[in-house]
């Protein structure tokens, strides 16, 4: 099936090196329930947990040897973390070197650090893999997407770095590092070289932030050098951003700094069908991946029955590859791709009347 071999291509196919398994890893890929492998779960906030529940019901279906230790958002900030997150917590996924997350609200304006800020600082989540690819049998205005999206993760606009100079005036630091930027810039090339990629766009605003974003290209031809095989180009954000809406076609793999990332992969989600259907993986140092849900928590539909699991899912996916459980990932794949494709079971965001009980259970008959 073409919808099949298009998600292995971007998720990873049992043959080729893994989008989120480049880093050793001394886990069993036996299927066995005698070798389960511990994985930290953040069910999260709002429809968090009903999507995360949709997960663990598919999981066991499909019997997968995975043994969730399960993390909430607390209620008190902890100092440790400066978060509601918990240290133990942190400490779970840092030990389990593998984990899942649904979506995490922060309050807007209250002084409290951002939790997925903190998620990134504290495990040194430093690349967001986030593959957009068009879906077969959901129909969009592009027939052909299919590029990934790669976001430095720990500095740019987002360190965090704000301050009243004078009443009325404030600051905003834009950090940019060698180290960072290298980092990234390595990870999205192996990846390209490893999937068959054949481009690797570096996306910046250098003609203005000459400083910063220079340095972020620098790092970028630096690596480019090393890998002759891939094409490398440099495109501005702004005009990046006018010829994903017209031909999203034209790229391949995108590697960016902090803010733009979070832009230009919602922009493609968009193209795609939105944050519902798009999976993500961030990868630190030392093998820890954490796969995440990136839309929001959507407070106004918790409890109903009505949420759609896919980007959950998906992202669950991605996890079970870097554990390699390539033969379960496939088996799940496949069985969302068809119950979309299908039709006859979607949730109200993909044009359909389903609850996510009815969705979820659909996959599971699929499997």
Known sequence: ????????????????????????????????????????LFPGDGIGPE??????????????????????????????????????????????????????????????????????KELNLYANVRPCYSLPGYKTRYDDVDLITIRENTEGEYSGLEHQVVRGVVESLKIITRQASLRVAEYAFHYAKTHGRERVSAIHKANIMQKTDGLFLKCCREVAEKYPEIKYEEVVIDNCCMMLVKNPALFDVLVMPNLYGDIISDLCAGLIGGLGLTPSCNIGEGGIALAEAVHGSAPDI?????????????????????????????????????????????????????????????ICDHL
């Open 51 to 120: 999507i995360a529940e949709a997960v663990k019901q598919v999981f066991r279906a499909a019997d997968v040897p995975i043994e969730w230790e399960e993390h909430y958002v607390g209620d008190q900030i902890d100092p440790r973390t400066q978060s509601f997150l918990t240290w133990e917590s942190l400490e779970s996924v840092r030990q389990n070197g593998v984990g899942l997350k649904g979506p995490m609200a922060t309050p807007i304006g209250k002084g409290h650090r951002s939790l997925n800020l903190t998620l990134r």
């Open 1 to 40: 099936m073409m919808g099949t071999q298009i998600l292995r291509r971007l998720l990873g196919s049992p043959n080729s090196s893994r989008a989120f398994s480049s880093f050793n890893r001394s886990f069993s890929s036996s299927d066995s329930s005698s070798n389960l492998i511990r994985a930290t």
């Open 302 to 362: 918790a409890g109903k029955n009505m949420a759609n699991p896919t980007a959950l899912m998906l992202s669950a996916v991605t996890m079970l590859r870097h554990l390699k459980l390539n033969d379960k990932a496939d088996q799940i794949q496949n069985a969302i791709l068809n119950t979309i494709s299908e039709g006859k079971y979607r949730t109200a965001d993909l044009g359909g009347s389903s609850t996510t009980t009815d969705f979820t259970k659909a």
